[in-house]
């Protein structure tokens, strides 16, 4: 598995939560629309929890609800990665990790494509499960402002 690798143009991101289109809490400073494109929902396996307003997935067998994006300017991808809490050179106390995911169908079957997601990175005891493996687009609150 790769974490935090190379991105190019092209390259296809999942969005689950807070940089979702039309997400309350979607960060000013990064223009998803002028970066790429929303190319729609997509799922993938994991579980979504809410780990303190904000959402993070980690392992588990859910089929999470997600929204596909194509990157057309992979230097994006550095504004992403701080928002994120992504510390290439310290990945335990990163707050996500950037890894490859399998795409998969609304009844779970693979779609052949795969993309890049923000795995959360940290212990999840206290925090719960969404029951739908859904961040729904009015929950949540920004994390940082950005500069």
């Known amino acids: 598995m ?13 969005f689950y939560g807070l940089l979702k289109q ?6 000013a400073h990064i223009d998803l629309d002028k970066a790429g494109v929303f190319l729609g929902p997509c799922r993938f396996r994991g ?18 609800h997600g929204v596909r994006y194509r990157l057309d300017n992979a230097d994006l991808i550095a504004p ?10 310290d990945l335990e106390a990163s707050l996500y990790v950037r890894k490859r995911v ?7 079957k693979s779609t052949g ?9 940290q212990p999840i005891t206290a925090f719960p499960r969404l029951a739908d493996d ?14």
Request: charged share 20%; proline share 6%.
């Open 113 to 121: 494509e795969q993309a890049w997601i923000y795995w959360y990175n």
């Open 134 to 147: 859904n961040w729904p687009l009015e929950r949540g609150r920004a994390r940082k402002t950005g500069t």
């Open 80 to 89: 992403l990665d701080e928002f994120e809490d992504v510390l290439p050179d």
């Open 22 to 27: 039309g997400a309350s809490g979607m960060p």
């Open 102 to 108: 399998d795409l998969l169908s609304d009844n779970g």
């Open 47 to 64: 579980a979504l929890c809410d780990v303190g307003g904000f959402p993070g997935v980690v392992d588990g067998d859910g089929l999470c």
């Open 2 to 14: 790769t974490l935090n690798g190379p991105v190019s143009s092209g390259d296809l991101v999942v």
